[in-house]
């Protein structure tokens, strides 16, 4: 677990969670909760619910029942959200025949008055070129660094991310690690969903498996 830091607790209440879909049910009677300054892991094969966890946790879908509070506020598609929050669900989208720098600054004027001089700070934080060639020639490996970018820039509480190490090679996957663990260091709350069990080990401080509907602690699996 990481060092105590000054910064408001963030801390997100699962309670009861169910998510069907095409009357399947795939989420089934979660309930638990995440706290801040901690990086949480979720473990599966894909096509176990990884995403639509994750998305149920921001709103974008709808619950058959159960709540998610953040800071006590019910989550709510057609409320602010109450805390800042950087998200990759599925696949990063941006615009190919802008740059990276320009994609980011677009999204961030939309909610702050972030500069051009801190898109430039993120973009070499992440290890990206801050120059003029279009998003439509970035290699995949940049195109998901691109994405962690736009889910920190903002100095954002809560970190959400699926499948972050899809298209990193060894040395992206080591930055990746290391920038988690310094958001975690920072206060922030990271929530991680993967299909690496062994990467997971490597920074969460806890690491939950999801299997048939449901969130099971990877030690409770491990003495089952």
Excluded: C
Excluded at 125 to 134: A, F
Excluded at 141 to 151: D, S, V
Excluded at 184 to 205: E, F, M, N, P, Y
């Amino acid at each position: 677990m990481s060092q105590s830091v000054d910064k408001p607790k963030i801390q997100v209440d699962v309670v009861h969670l169910a998510v069907t879909i095409k009357r399947k049910k795939i989420l089934d009677d979660i309930s638990l909760s995440f706290v801040s300054p901690n990086i949480y892991g979720i473990v599966g094969p894909n096509g176990t619910g990884k995403s639509v966890f994750l998305k149920a946790l921001l709103g974008f879908i709808r619950l058959a029942s159960g709540s998610v509070k953040i800071n006590d506020v019910q989550i709510d598609p057609r409320r602010d959200f109450p805390v800042s929050v950087g998200a990759i669900i599925e696949h990063p989208g941006f615009i190919n025949d802008m740059n990276g720098h320009d994609n980011l600054l677009a999204l961030g004027q939309i909610r702050s008055d972030l500069t051009d001089e801190d898109v430039h700070a993120v973009m070499v934080k992440v290890g990206l070129p801050d120059d003029k060639k279009p998003v439509s020639d970035y290699s995949l490996g940049m195109i998901q660094r691109l994405g962690i970018a736009q889910a920190i820039m903002e100095d954002q509480q809560l970190i959400v991310l699926d499948e972050p190490t899809n298209a990193l090679d060894r040395e992206g996957i080591a930055f990746l690690t290391k920038l988690l663990k310094e958001l975690r260091d920072q206060g922030k709350l990271v929530l991680i969903a993967s299909h690496d069990l062994l990467w997971l080990q490597t920074l969460a401080d806890q690491t939950f498996e999801l299997t048939n509907g449901q969130l099971h602690k990877i030690e409770d699996v491990m003495q089952a």
